[in-house]
Nanobody, 126 residues
Framework: QVQVVESGGGLVQTGDSLRLSCAAS????????MGWFRQAPGKEREFVAA????????LYKDSVKGRFTISRDSAKNTVYLQMNSLKAEDTAVYYC???????????????????WGQGTQVTVSS
C-alpha cells in the first residue's frame, strides 16, 4: 500500500515563499509521476504542477508558472513544491498525488492519480 503525506503548509503574507513536501512510502516511488493539486473553499480541486518519474519533465498551471517549482529527491522519496511570490488567490488546501499509470509524461488530470495525501493548508494573507 502506498501512502502519501504532505507537510509544510502554513500562514504567510503576500509575496512570501513556502515549500511544501510530499513523502511517499514504497520502494517504487521512483517509477511514478507525482502531482500537486489544490482546492480553495467553494471551488473544485485544480491542477497545480506535476513531475515525471525521472524528474526531467514538469508541467504547471499557467497562473503559477515562474512562481512555483516542482522537484523530487528520489533518495528521500520526496517531492517538493517551492512556492514563491505567493498571492492571496494561492490560498487553498494543497494535495500531493501519485500516478501509477503514467505513460505519456506528467498529467494535469486528477482522475489519473491513484494515491492522494490528506492535504496541507496554505493561507496567504494580504
Amino acid at each position: 500500500q502506498v501512502q502519501v503525506v504532505e507537510s509544510g503548509g502554513g500562514l504567510v503574507q503576500t509575496g512570501d515563499s513556502l515549500r511544501l513536501s510530499c513523502a511517499a512510502s514504497g520502494r517504487t516511488f521512483n517509477s511514478y509521476d507525482m502531482g500537486w493539486f489544490r482546492q480553495a473553499p467553494g471551488k473544485e480541486r485544480e491542477f497545480v504542477a506535476a513531475i515525471s518519474s525521472s524528474g526531467e519533465d514538469t508541467l504547471y498551471k499557467d497562473s503559477v508558472k515562474g512562481r512555483f517549482t516542482i522537484s523530487r529527491d528520489s533518495a528521500k522519496n520526496t517531492v517538493y513544491l517551492q512556492m514563491n511570490s505567493l498571492k492571496a488567490e494561492d490560498t487553498a488546501v494543497y494535495y500531493c498525488a501519485l500516478n501509477m499509470g503514467s505513460l505519456g509524461g506528467p498529467s494535469k488530470a486528477a482522475y489519473e492519480y491513484d494515491y492522494w495525501g490528506q492535504g496541507t493548508q496554505v493561507t496567504v494573507s494580504s
